[in-house]
Antibody, heavy 121, light 106 residues
Framework: QLQLQEPGPGLVQPSETLSLTCTVS??????????WAWIRQPPGKGLEWIGS???????YYTTSLRSRVTISADTSKNQFSLKLTSVTAADTAVYYC?????????????WGQGTLVTVSS | DVQMTQSPSSLSASVGDRVTITCRAS??????LAWFQQRPGKAPKSLIY???TLESGVPSRFSGSGSGTDFTLTINSLQPEDFATYFC?????????FGQGTKLEI
């Protein structure tokens, strides 16, 4: 059974780096069928795709966050990670890791349960 | 970037109604569109992908259609558990993009 788990720090200080790791079980992050993604949702707002890693080596990012985001993978642990630098209150959100589709995917999307990260001193 | 425009942003309906939500892409995304349902306090759940493929376990009252730039999600005979927020997402191009959401209210 597919599971994605993304425990978070809860609280991050302004100007610090937000770090999250998604542990995947039931599928391989090296799969060519999926894009392993980070998505966030500020309180009361919509979904924002932050970025993805594909085949464990190719990373893609949303335009507005590209200068502050790094997504990487550890295939030995079947995990992928998010680092967001220089955070501000505007980065307060529920952060989800997810298995999203790519062109030609044969499966379906799946989301982790999400973790609330608050940026505050 | 591909802009995804959903309409309406909110919708009031009653149990038993049929509703349609529209998602328009700013350029041709073929049929690489997914629909998600999100209930309050929960993670989004997959409903439809490849524009019209119903996710396993999702009731048949949900259906999706469209290709190119115009897509619709239709819910027939609304049930109480369908009152939630719905999002579309394109996966033809990076960066991936979501619609702004449609809140379906009683």
């Amino acid at each position: 059974q597919l599971q994605l788990q993304e425990p978070g720090p809860g609280l991050v200080q302004p100007s610090e780096t937000l770090s999250l790791t998604c542990t995947v079980s039931g599928d391989s992050i090296s799969s060519t069928d999926y894009s392993w993604a980070w998505i966030r949702q500020p309180p009361g707002k919509g979904l924002e795709w932050i970025g993805s890693i594909y085949k464990s080596v190719s990373s893609y990012y949303t335009t507005s966050l590209r200068s502050r985001v790094t997504i990487s993978a550890d295939t030995s642990k079947n995990q992928f990670s998010l680092k967001l630098t220089s955070v501000t209150a505007a980065d307060t959100a529920v952060y989800y890791c997810a298995r999203l589709l790519v062109v030609g995917s044969r499966g379906s999307p799946y989301w982790g349960q999400g973790t609330l990260v608050t940026v505050s001193s | 970037d591909v802009q995804m425009t959903q309409s309406p942003s909110s919708l009031s309906a009653s149990v038993g109604d049929r509703v349609t939500i529209t998602c328009r892409a700013s350029q041709d995304i073929k049929y690489y569109l997914a629909w998600f349902q999100q209930r309050p306090g929960k993670a989004p759940k997959s409903l439809i992908y490849a524009a019209s493929t119903l996710e396993s376990g999702v009731p048949s009252r949900f259906s999706g259609s469209g290709s190119g730039t115009d897509f619709t999600l239709t819910i027939n005979s609304l049930q109480p558990e369908d009152f939630a927020t719905y999002f579309c997402q394109q996966y033809n191009f990076y960066p991936y993009t979501f619609g702004q959401g449609t809140k379906l209210e009683i």
